[in-house]
């Protein structure tokens, strides 16, 4: 189990998560079915402070914030920022995001325009026949 909270400087991360956990624990139990754990580990992790705003001018370079600090949010959001920097980059470059639509309400794509940060789902040859990745 992890559990996660902003603390004080004058309090502890086991004064602060110890009653939560012991909560967790025992949870739909008697007083004679506590649980004790066999290992915990209580830490506290400084969060980083934001980044100086950088004199930059130039709309070619994209700005990376650095993902939270918070472990079980880390790699949500370091995916999160790589897709924003991503359709930052495409803007940046001149290039359209989304697809276009024919008149005839077909979706088609110009050469310009970028239709999704994820790689298609099914890769196809030359043929058009879908490849098998195996």
């Known amino acids: 189990m992890y559990l996660s909270a902003a603390i004080s400087p004058d309090q502890t991360p086991e004064g602060v998560l110890g009653p939560y956990l ?37 709309k070619r370079i994209v700005p990376v914030r650095p993902p939270s600090a918070r472990l079980p949010e880390f790699g949500d959001a370091a995916a999160e920022e790589a897709e924003r920097v991503f359709w930052d980059t495409i803007e940046a470059v001149g290039l359209r995001r989304g697809a276009t639509f024919s008149k005839e309400g077909e979706q088609g794509e110009r050469e310009d325009t970028v239709s999704s940060f994820w790689p298609p789902l099914e890769p196809e040859d030359s043929s058009g026949a879908a490849v098998d990745e195996w």
């Open 22 to 58: 012991n909560a967790a624990l025992n949870v739909n139990r008697g007083e004679r079915e506590s649980i004790t754990p066999v290992f915990s580990l209580f830490y506290a992790h400084p969060l980083p402070s934001a980044l100086p705003a950088s004199p930059c001018h130039s």
